[in-house]
């Protein structure tokens, strides 16, 4: 347990309580959290954990309490000297600007650092790092994450002809079989196993810090997912791996579940891994499959439901495969019956175009 600071009583509990939940301002509201906490008794190791602060800036907060009293808490940049100041002009931010575009002097990325040091070389002096975090955010900039793109994924050219074509094919299908009722599915797999699966969560602050149990172990199956878009309508199927032979077990079972056949014929969407495209597949009758162009995820709905599978898997452990295998099991049949959400997360804006 961590030692309890010694606190002047400038305010009491009360008002400090009542100041941490009527304060506008983040930074003031989380010193007077601290200092509410620590007057209430809490030690300093536990005020850390619920407020996220160190205990070195803890001990510097209270000490600045101590002194000053309430007037010491918030935010205290406005009384740096030079608060305001705008040390650029247009020409220099129109030169900073194009300066972003390119890699900064000594390689790798922009940061608040990088750009400070390019405005001390040009302005004669020494720019704090913190100015030039906060240039950057003057300047509308933000951090963000590139989202992944394969190098080889279909390009918007490429994906809007191979629209057009699955159009076309639907066209023909109808048309060569005019009495039979066409409907336009896709179908995906997902690997499923004891590795954890870690997601973000919404709590209490009043927790501090939360942690969930791992134990990495590389023990897979797979889930086969077959959804129909416009229904919402779902059907899945658990095996052991992915290879030919499965995926013909699987076609052959969900033709018979659905009674595809020459009065109900569907057109089933898949990517182009190799057990799909292998000249061993076997097709039932009524059953028309359609690839999707190369690297092109973002285009399968079937994707859209392993983000809300994986739900009811995350922050878990599981001992074995058959104790995840139960839960997934249980996840399916939820989903079964969540037919207008699946709807709405899995038909895209262009796949209602087809109407089947």
């Known amino acids: 347990m961590g030692r309890r600071l010694t606190l002047v009583s400038h305010l009491s509990t009360e008002e400090l309580e009542q100041r941490y939940k009527s304060t506008k301002s983040a930074i003031e509201r989380g010193h007077y959290q601290l200092i509410w906490l620590l007057q209430s008794g809490k030690s300093t190791a536990e005020v850390s954990e619920v407020t996220g602060y160190s205990r070195a800036w803890i001990y510097e907060v209270v000490r ?145 810090s939360l942690s969930a149990p791992v134990h990495c172990r590389y023990d897979w199956f797979w889930l086969y997912g077959f959804v129909h878009p416009r229904s919402g309508q779902t059907y899945w199927w658990l095996l052991p791996r992915v290879n030919i032979d499965l995926f013909n077990r699987a076609l052959a079972d969900f033709a018979e579940h659905f009674g595809i056949g020459p009065q109900h014929r569907v057109v089933l969407v898949v990517d182009q891994a190799g057990w799909h495209t292998s000249e061993q597949v076997v097709v039932p009758e009524g059953l028309h499959l359609v690839f999707l162009p190369p690297y092109s995820p973002h285009m399968q709905p079937a994707e859209r439901l392993w983000p809300i599978l994986n739900e009811a898997l995350a922050n878990r452990v599981f001992e074995t495969l058959d104790n995840l295998l139960e839960q997934v099991e249980q996840r399916c049949v939820q989903l079964l019956n969540l037919t207008d959400f699946i709807s709405g997360l899995t038909q895209f804006h262009w796949w209602r175009t087809f109407q089947c």
């Open 64 to 208: 600045s309490y101590n002194r000053q009293g309430p007037a010491a808490l918030g935010d205290q940049r406005q009384h740096n000297p030079g608060h305001g100041q705008v040390i650029l002009d247009d020409e220099m931010q129109a030169l900073l600007y194009q300066a972003l575009q390119e890699e900064p002097p000594d390689g790798g990325f922009w940061n608040g650092r990088k750009v400070a040091d390019w405005l001390s070389q040009r302005l004669g002096r020494s720019v704090h790092r913190q100015r030039g975090w906060e240039i950057l955010r003057h300047m509308e900039f933000s951090l963000k994450v590139p989202r992944p793109e394969h190098q080889y994924a279909a390009t918007d050219e490429e994906q809007g002809v191979w629209e057009k074509n699955l159009h076309a094919q639907l066209t023909e299908i109808k048309a060569a079989h005019p009495d039979a009722d066409v409907q336009l599915w896709a179908m995906d797999e997902h690997r499923l196993g004891l590795h954890p699966i870690l997601r973000r969560v919404w709590v209490d602050n009043w927790l501090g």
